[in-house]
């Protein structure tokens, strides 16, 4: 038993550590590698360092469990052995990492990927050129066909001439505000001009564009607009100055008229309590719409687009074609991000706006002036605000009123409006002249007079169209119908004096060729 017992005590060796004594303890069951370790700890050595224990007389120890034990008088010393063995570790440890990248290599097919990388981008790049180079082509090809369509208008084979900013050249333009925004000028109305807003007697010729501007911002905040569709107040701005800009500068289709019309939609609004009667989207639609009518008009009408074939009328197959442009220009503004005063509604509420607003516009064409005022005279007796159909024919009645409402104004308000409207007209016609196109008479300089132009006009469309209205709003007998029938009256009377003038002057003449014949 004693003798078994002694073979399991552990042996301990004394070691010489920077000039102390370091008593290191291990079993008779360590490998030669545990001792090593145990050693190199003890004598403050790097693990794994190979190492050589020397007795007092520089006499080597064998490293093992079975070596001599020693006293603190005979101390032991650990020296690192500097061989070449670790080059030897370092170059085999180098080697085992280029055998496991091999590996991995082959495992994951890193090379094979490296490669196929490589030509895809090859191929990428060689497209990219490809497609630089169709751009190219593709720009050369506009040009050639611009090259042929003015050689062709000035041979006067298609008349392409009457130009709008948006044509088939240049369908990717958008045009954005010129002005920024910190340049519009912010004008705080007056609750006096806040009242007249309201009115068909305000009046749209004391105003200059900023302020034009400010009043058609006032309107959409004061409806709730803003509010119910989440519109960005600056987005709204910048929506406005891109519409103020996208208008011409026309005897009569300019902006102040994309006023005329905001303004009247406002105050018919307010006069027969719409807000009331119909949802905000429908006040939305209302007024939005009068603000994008005419966008872009270029001052010929659709008689002259159909007739001079232009870009226009090919583009809309003859079918409204300065209505339909309207639409695409407005709806090309909303598209631009700062313009885009629906950015925050949701996709299914803004394509029900989006097609309320163009069925509304393209109303405004008289060329279905009859069939729209038919289809509300037939629904009007038995009118019915929860009926879909009946609400969208009134608002496309309610939009025309408001288009062709300037004689609703008083005198000195509509008249000016009418030598605009003439001024047009004649431009028109001179231009259908001398391109030998078919002249409309009212349209005729030698032909028409202010009275013979607004008397019909005021007779058969718009007082018939504003009493119809007035069976479902007869609020607006005083303030809207009883102006054209005075207005009627006015131009009656100067027919009258107009053609008393003549006659004098006929019977002048007639009297000057007898007694002319006479000598």
Not at 384 to 403: A, Y
Request: proline share 5%; glycine share 4%.
């Amino acid at each position: 038993m004693g003798s078994s017992s002694s073979s399991y005590a552990p042996k301990t060796v004394y070691l010489d550590v920077d000039g102390k004594v370091q008593r290191v303890i291990f079993s008779r069951h360590c490998s030669p590698c545990d001792i090593k370790e145990l050693l190199c700890s003890s004598s403050n050595i790097a693990r794994h360092t190979a190492i050589l224990l020397i007795d007092s007389e520089g006499a080597l120890i064998s490293i093992d469990p079975t070596m001599p034990a020693n006293t603190p008088n005979n101390l032991y010393k650990v020296m690192p052995h500097s061989t070449n063995q670790g080059g030897e570790k370092e170059d085999m440890f180098q080697n085992v990492l280029s055998q496991m990248a091999e590996q991995f290599s082959r495992a994951f097919r890193i090379n094979e990927l490296k490669t196929e990388v490589t030509n895809r981008m090859a191929m990428l790049e060689k497209k990219v050129e490809l497609e630089g180079l169709k751009v190219v082509e593709i720009e050369k090809c506009k040009n050639d066909l611009k090259k042929l369509r003015d050689e062709m208008t000035s041979r006067g084979g298609v008349r392409g001439n009457c130009n709008c900013k948006y044509n088939f050249t240049d369908d990717g333009k958008k045009l954005s505000p010129r002005r920024d925004v910190p340049n519009y000028p912010k004008y705080t109305l007056s609750q006096e001009t806040i009242e007249a807003l309201k009115k068909p007697t305000f009046d749209v010729w004391h105003w200059e564009h900023n302020e034009m501007l400010s009043c058609l911002e006032y309107m959409y905040h004061d409806l709730g607009l803003v509010k119910e569709f989440n519109m960005n107040p600056i987005t709204l701005k910048r929506w406005l100055l891109a519409i103020q800009e996208n208008y011409r500068d026309n005897p009569f289709h300019n902006f102040r008229h994309c006023f005329c019309v905001s303004q009247m939609m406002y105050g018919m609004i307010h006069l027969c309590n719409l807000k009331e009667r119909l949802t905000m989207t429908d006040m939305c639609i209302l007024v939005t719409a009068a603000v994008c009518h005419d966008l872009d008009h270029p001052g010929y009408n659709n008689t002259y687009q159909i007739n001079a074939r232009t870009e226009l009328a090919v583009r809309y197959n003859d079918i409204s074609p300065l209505e339909n442009h309207h639409c695409a220009v407005a709806f090309q503004i909303i598209s631009m991000p700062e313009c885009n005063i629906f950015a925050n509604i949701e996709p299914d509420s803004f394509k029900q706006l989006r097609q309320a607003i163009i069925t509304l516009i393209l109303a405004t064409d008289m060329a279905r002036h009859g069939e729209i005022l038919d289809s509300f005279k037939q629904k009007v007796d038995n009118f019915d605000f929860s009926n879909e159909e009946h609400v969208k024919c009134l608002k496309m009645v309610l939009i025309k009123c408001c288009d062709i409402s300037n004689e609703v104004r008083p005198t000195e308000v509509a008249e000016p409006w009418v030598d605009c409207l003439l001024e047009e007209y004649f431009m028109q016609s001179d231009r259908e002249k001398s391109e030998g196109l078919p002249v409309a008479p009212f349209m005729d300089r030698e032909k028409v007079t202010k009275p013979t132009a607004q008397i019909g006009f005021i007779k058969f469309v718009l007082i018939p169209m504003f009493e119809t209205v007035m069976k479902l709003f007869p609020q607006i007998e005083e303030i809207m119908v009883q102006p054209l029938r005075d207005s009627r009256d006015h131009y009656e009377e100067l027919k009258q004096i107009d053609d008393a003038l003549s006659e004098v002057q006929k019977k002048k003449t007639e009297s000057m060729s007898l007694g002319g014949k006479k000598k």
